[in-house]
């Protein structure tokens, strides 16, 4: 018999998560800061929001994927969920010529960006497995593992169940392997919020960990692109054995300012193992999980990321990052000035940087904006290890950070 409470139920897995989204946080309260000082110019170095215009490779490849659509001869529909084959190519291409990687074009799946890939990856591993995140990390890794309810409620700013591997400045923002058995570990390098980049023997020692270990480890590398010293590793395959016991997320976003298009993609070795996984078992559970819930990226943004992975495209782009680098020089430099203690923002697009006096990072926020009227991102948002820094983000355009630079300069008390 039917029970008046076998009405449709919520996941209430959400109601454990204990604030919002961080930037919507961050949104509504400079709106509401807006709204009570009229006039007022805001500069924002909030959101890792990229904000100068696709490159002329790029605007050339999506124009010519909207002409494809716009002729019976060459339109096309859905494409492979996996993406468009060339695409794939080119990104295997790309691993082994920049990195001497070897990827195989069928462990390369296109996607909609990072952000998704980094919330959906989680779906195909067991609901009762442990997760290991850094601390800070970016907040998609945490609350996405919380709405699966592979978390316990929240206590505090952290929850119960997921093992923090705190990243301070004693171990130089990147952490040691966890000490007890963990199923899932969630490494960003570049950091995203803190900017620092893993060395070789760091990420070796993550793979070591979890080949003992049989964890499996997600690698988001979305901002590799910002690495320029040589010796530091790019991609989590250019360590010995990762292929066993890692995924890679990657993006075009900050890459090829293709956060509005949308376009990235994942790498699934299948040589990828787990507890109860055998090669090539991973590789195709993610095809499936693809294939049933997402019917591949757009088509035009594919075309645009082909060009972008050409040689012009990489060219092109790279004089975006290189931009997008002296305002992150511009940034450190004023606020050295000023008396911070900067982190980050050498081989990253973020500058990580520690409030004076032990001052917590919501109030910070509030100082800053009130004071300087410039935007940035509180630190305590990425996690408990994040408390007393900020985040200041280099992808403004240069008018808008030399005046944001002035601004703080001027104004902060
Ligand atoms: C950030 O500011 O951390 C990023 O823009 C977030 C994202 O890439 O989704």
Redesign the pocket.
């Known amino acids: 018999m039917r029970r008046r409470s076998a009405m449709a139920r919520i996941n209430n897995n959400y109601d454990k998560l204990s604030t919002g989204y961080l ?1 919507p946080e961050v949104a509504r309260r400079t709106k509401a800061f807006s709204e009570s000082n009229p006039g007022v110019d805001i500069y924002k170095l ?4 990229t904000t100068l215009p696709l490159t002329p490779s790029v605007i050339e490849g999506l124009r010519k994927g909207v002409d494809k659509l716009a002729d019976i001869k060459t339109y096309t529909g859905y494409g492979d969920e996996q993406g468009d084959s060339r695409l794939r190519k080119m990104i295997a291409g790309l691993y082994l010529r920049k990195y001497n990687v070897k990827i195989e074009e069928n462990e390369i799946f296109v996607s909609d960006g ?2 998704p890939d980094s919330a959906n990856i989680q779906s195909i591993f067991g609901s009762d497995g442990k997760i290991a995140v850094q601390d800070p990390a ?1 907040p ?1 890794y945490v609350d996405s593992n919380v709405i699966a309810g592979r978390t316990g409620p929240a206590e505090g700013s952290t929850y119960k169940g997921i093992v923090y591997m705190p990243c301070n400045e004693q171990n130089g923002f990147f952490p040691s392997v966890p000490r007890e058995k963990v199923d899932l570990v969630y490494i960003c390098s570049p950091n ?2 803190t900017g620092a980049v893993a060395t070789k023997e760091q990420l070796s020692d993550f793979v070591d960990y979890a080949r003992n270990n049989r964890a499996v480890i997600i690698f988001d590398a ?1 901002y590799w692109s910002y690495i320029s010293d040589p010796d530091l590793p790019r991609s989590i395959y250019e360590v010995e054995g990762a292929r066993e016991c890692a995924i890679e997320i990657n993006s075009f ?2 890459s090829s300012g293709f ?1 509005g298009v949308r376009l990235g993609w994942s790498v699934v070795p299948k040589t990828l193992v787990a507890e109860d996984a055998s090669p090539g078992k991973i590789n195709s559970l993610w095809n499936r999980r693809q294939t049933t819930m997402f019917n591949g990226a757009s088509n035009i943004a594919q075309e645009g990321g082909i060009a972008a992975l050409s040689d012009k495209g990489l060219e092109e782009n790279q004089a975006i990052i290189d931009y997008y680098m002296e305002n992150a020089r511009i940034i450190r430099e004023c606020l050295i000035e000023k008396g911070f203690k900067v982190f980050g923002g050498k081989n990253a697009p973020y500058l990580w940087v520690k409030t004076k006096d032990g001052m917590k990072s919501w109030d910070f926020f509030d100082k800053m904006l009130r004071e300087a009227h410039v935007v940035v ?1 509180p630190g305590s948002g990425f996690g408990p290890s994040g408390e007393g820094y900020f985040r200041v ?1 280099a992808f403004g355009v240069r008018d808008n950070v030399v005046k944001a630079v002035q601004s703080i300069r001027d104004n902060l008390k």
């Open positions: 930037f909030g959101i890792g929001n990072a952000k970016y998609v995203n919020p979305a976003s900050k956060t991102t983000s």
